[in-house]
């Protein structure tokens, strides 16, 4: 029982390339979360999804764009990287009324 | 806007002082307040969650209290050790599990 695991650990984008991070939970649970960290601060949420084929965004969603195809997977995607996209990014899920497990992020530089 | 403001950001204690972490957050429908901990370079575990009519919560040598009327939590940790030594993340739940984070407050436990 992995949890939720996150691809890549790290990753160098220069700007204006795109990428996607992935999120896999093996938890069975309907709702993920996408958040990133800047240094020294606290997380910030991009979107979330509710279930398979639902998405929204949260609090900082510009320049991201989310899908979520199966229960499974919430994969992120960064279509033209900007140096103020730097950051850790979180991936996280839990059952709609309870604490959230988190992945252990992706740390992003776009130089 | 919902505001979750951490105080002290960092704290050095010698080994077996009891010690304090302040939550406070400006939007009083609170689903649950959640604390959490991040070691460096990992992702967030979860600590304790209060629900909003739970007035507090304990887990070991860790106690969460909640005052809705005033906005406040605290996480009280007994006897600290060199190995509590990490940041602690309050988080509000507002209900619709979308997490409002503080920016945490990093913790040294000085042996």
């Known amino acids: 029982n992995a949890g939720v695991t996150q691809t890549p650990k790290f990753r160098i984008l220069k700007i204006g390339q795109s990428m996607t991070l992935q999120c896999t939970q093996d938890?069975?649970?309907?709702?993920m979360y996408w958040y990133r960290q800047d240094p020294g601060m606290g997380l910030k949420l991009i979107y979330y999804?509710?279930?398979?084929?639902?998405?929204d965004k949260g609090e900082v969603p510009n320049g991201y764009n989310v899908s979520r195809s199966t229960t499974e997977d919430f994969p992120l995607r960064l279509e033209l990287a900007a140096p103020s996209q730097t950051s850790v990014y979180f991936c996280?899920?839990?059952?709609?009324?309870?604490?959230?497990?988190f992945g252990p992020g992706t740390r992003l530089t776009v130089l | 806007k919902q505001e979750v403001t951490q105080i002290p950001a960092a704290l050095s204690v010698p080994e077996g002082e009891n010690l304090v972490l302040n939550c406070s957050f400006t939007?009083?429908?609170?689903?649950?307040l959640q604390w959490f901990r991040q070691d460096p370079g990992k992702g967030l575990t979860s600590l304790l969650l209060?629900?909003?009519?739970?007035r507090e919560q304990t887990s070991g040598r860790l106690n969460a209290s909640l005052d809705k009327s005033s906005g406040r939590s605290t996480l009280y940790i007994a006897a600290s050790q060199p190995g509590d030594s990490a940041t602690y993340l309050c988080a509000h739940n507002n209900a619709g599990n979308m997490l409002t984070f503080g920016g945490g407050t990093r913790l040294m436990v000085k042996p």
């Open positions: 996280a899920t839990d059952r709609g009324t309870d604490t959230q497990y």
């Open positions: 938890m069975n649970h309907n709702y």
């Open positions: 209060i629900q909003s009519s739970q």
């Open positions: 939007d009083s429908a609170i689903y649950n």
């Open positions: 999804s509710v279930g398979a084929g639902i998405t």
